[in-house]
Every structure is written in C-alpha cells, then in structure tokens.
C-alpha cells in the first residue's frame, strides 16, 4: 500500500515537526479549544442540569434538550457561529469555532446531570434529609456521588463530540488538527489528509479512553456503574 | 459579514430557488440511501447478534468505535481509497446509523414479553414466522425510534460530506463560509436544520400508521 507508505513518511518528515503547522503544535491547538468548550459547557450545563435534577422540576425541558441536542448539525453550528462572531467583533478562527463547538457538549452534560440525580433512589435522601442534611447537604454528600458515574458520562460524550467537531474549524481558518484534512483536501495531497484524518480519529478514540478510565476510577466502589442516558 | 451587506439577501434567494431544490434533492437522497442502506445492513447484524449472543460485544465494539471517529476524519480516510465520491459519503453515514439502530433493534426484539412468544410457538409459528409477525411488529415502535435518531443525526451528517464534494444543504453552508456570504451559508443551516424537523415529524407520522395499537394503551 503506497497510501500507508506515503502517510508514514509524511509522518517521518521532521519538516512537519517544526514551526506552526508542526503536528504537536495543531494537536495542542485542538486540544486547547476543546478543553476550553467542555468547560464553558460544564460551566452552563452543570448548574442547570444540577438544579432540575434535584428539584425535579422541568424534566421535559432536561430530556428534551438531549434530543435537540443530537438534531444540531456540526456544520450549521459553524455557519451560524461566523456571523456572531463577527458580529461581536471576534473575527476569524478560534472564537467562532469555541462558538460553534459549545453547544454540542451542553446537551449530553444537563441531561446526564438531570438524569444521574432523578435516578437517586428517593429513599435515600429521604433517610439524608431525616438525618438532618440541609438541601446543598444532600446534593453534595448524597445525590452527586450517586449521579457521578452519569454525569461524567455525560462530559465524556461532549467531550468527545467536541473533539470531533473541532476539526471543523479549520474551515473557518482556526488551527488545530483539522487543518491536515482541510489542507490535504484543497491540495489533493493525499498523505497530508490521510495522516490528518488519523490523528483526529485516535485524538477522539483517546479522549474517549481517557474519560472511561477516568470514570472507573472516581466512581464510588460502593455503586456499579449503571448504563448512561447516552 | 462584508460591511454595509445585509445578514439576509432576499434577492439572492429568490433567484437561486433552483439551486436550492437541487440541493434539496441531493440531501434528501444521500440520507435516505444512508438510513436504507443503515437499516438493512444493522438489521442483519441484529438477527445475527440474537442468535448467537457471543457477536455482541465485538460488533458493539467496532459500531462504537466507528461512532466516535470524528465524521469529517472518517470521510477523509476513504478519500484517497473511494475518491471524492457519492460512495465516500455513504460508506460513511452508514456507519454512523450503525450503532443506533443496532441497539434500539436489538432493544425492541428483546423486549416482546416471553408470554407472547411463547404463545405463538405454541401456536405452531416457525422461527421465521415468529420473528416477522409477532417480533418485529412488536418491536417496531423501538425500531423506529432509533430510525428516527439515525435520520436525524444522518442529515446533520451530510451536511459534513459538502468537503468531499457531496452535501446537499452543506454545499450552501460550505461556499457562504468560502465566499463570506451570510445569506448562503444562513440558508444551508437553516434548511438543514428545517430537513431534520420534517423528516422526524414524517416518521412520528408514520410510526403511529404501523402501529395502530400503540395508540390504545
């Protein structure tokens, strides 16, 4: 096969190594604005979801959410974060992609986060409320252990919906891995797009990964992981 | 986006009504070849997962795997083996459908009540009989609730296949993006976006048709 041939060597190249277009450097990009969108949905999604779940309260909104949620296509995501963010004065490349890119994590975090708390066993936090816990009491000591599990679940799926979403920023001249394939397509330089398209695909086969593992180790051994909403 | 250009230009719409159709059409026929395609191919997979039950782990394995590959990578790594081509495109949506339907087939099946199924082997139904007249009707609200999933993210998809030459709707989004021309690019998304809502209220539609009785309990 000349393709893995080919994609070898442009790995082996030390030209793609060095300046800014260097592979470490369009890996860190990529995950730089990645991490940076599952924070700022963590940092709308969790208190949300955290909030519904313990009260209960607007479960059709939580669930209705996630289904939303899967119908946001990545590219008309992009195509409505341009004008905004041009609008705002933000420009090109990183901002509209951070844009774009958030509200594809923001479902699977609130709904996993609505979900892992309803499925707290009512008994339970009756017996913490009887026991004298006030309510943060019982969010924090009982129900988000219990729900941890989900709701790392939950960042897991956006995280890697993130990952996968953000190559497409390079479409909108931002850095990251994205750029090979969008390159190596405008190019036709086949070992680029292949070698780029290889490293997305492990980057997100490696998020995936690191967050199960992840989520074994910080889930209580006291509880078995139950399945998540995703 | 240019100064002084107006975020929607109407003109430009009502004299691209053609384009539109086209791309429309093109849409609408990569995502049903891909959802046809998607449930032919899981529901064979399924039928072979309950049979013999030790296939699930590895086909689950590798549906996943397939699902989390970014879409714009997958298509990437056929390109320099399929070309530029309608085939890229479907190899890919297929795969994606994969995993959805396999488990909400699987998930339907499983759940026809044992009652049920042994009332019809004991009615005389043959395995065949069995599975496509109390089975799959049965299951068929699950089924398509995950066509519906398959559908819906499908559409999202294709918009994604614009950058190998494909993309229905995407093409739009993709040249608005190139040429800076907000109302191209408004247009693709909020179409695509349009697509997705009709199709799903179509299969809502639909479901309700085949499975009359659902309505009663």
């Keep these: 096969m000349s393709l893995l041939a080919d994609t070898l060597r442009w790995f082996a190249d030390p030209a793609h190594w060095r300046g800014s277009d260097a592979i470490q450097i369009r890996i860190l990009e990529h995950l730089e604005l990645s991490g940076l969108a599952v924070l700022v949905a963590c940092a709308i999604a969790l208190p949300v979801g955290l909030y519904l779940g313990h009260t209960g309260r607007f479960g059709f909104v939580a669930v209705n959410v996630a289904n939303v949620g899967r119908a946001l296509p990545s590219l008309a995501l992009l195509a409505f974060a341009l004008p905004i963010s041009f609008a705002v004065g933000l420009g090109l490349g990183f901002w509209p992609t951070l844009i774009a890119v958030v509200p594809l994590a923001i479902p699977p975090v609130l709904t996993n986060a609505y979900v892992g708390l309803r499925n707290v066993d009512r008994d339970v936090i009756e017996a913490a409320r009887g026991m004298g816990l006030s309510e943060g009491g019982v969010l924090r000591r009982v129900e988000l252990p219990l729900a941890l599990p989900l709701i790392l679940s939950g960042i897991r799926t956006g995280a890697v919906n993130v990952v996968a979403t953000a190559t497409l920023g390079a479409l909108v001249a931002g850095g990251g891995l994205g750029r090979y394939i969008v390159d190596g397509l405008a190019l036709q330089e086949y070992d680029r797009l292949f070698a780029g398209a290889l490293l997305v695909a492990l980057l997100a086969i490696a998020v995936e990964v690191a967050f199960s593992t992840f989520e074994r180790a910080a889930t209580s051994p006291g509880i078995r992981a139950e399945r998540g909403a995703f | 986006m240019t100064e002084g250009e107006p975020l929607i230009r109407w003109d430009w719409i009502a004299g691209h009504l053609d384009e539109i159709a086209f791309r429309l059409g093109q849409h609408v026929e990569l995502t049903v ?185």
């Design chain 2, 33 to 217: 070849i891909a959802v046809g395609a998607g449930l032919l191919i899981a529901f064979g997979l399924s039928l072979l997962i309950l049979r013999t039950p030790w296939l699930e782990a590895p086909i689950t394995w590798v549906t996943g795997t397939l699902y989390t590959i970014p879409s714009l990578a997958l298509f990437a790594l056929l390109v320099p083996v399929t070309g530029l081509s309608v085939l890229t495109a479907e190899i890919g949506l297929v795969s994606y459908t994969l995993l959805i339907l396999i488990r909400n087939i699987i998930r339907g099946i499983r759940g026809v009540p044992a009652d049920v199924r042994e009332a019809a082997v004991g009615m005389g139904y043959t395995r065949r009989q069995l599975l496509w007249r109390i089975e799959v009707p049965l299951a068929l609200a699950v089924i398509i609730a995950g066509v519906r999933l398959a559908t819906i993210s499908t559409i999202g998809l294709v918009t994604v296949t614009s950058l190998i030459g494909q993309g229905g709707f995407g093409f739009l989004i993709l040249i608005g993006i190139q040429r800076f021309f907000s109302t191209e690019l408004i247009v693709g998304a909020v179409l695509s976006v349009a697509l997705a809502i009709c199709a799903d209220a179509l299969l809502v539609l639909l479901q309700r048709r085949l499975t009359p009785w659902a309505r009663l309990a």
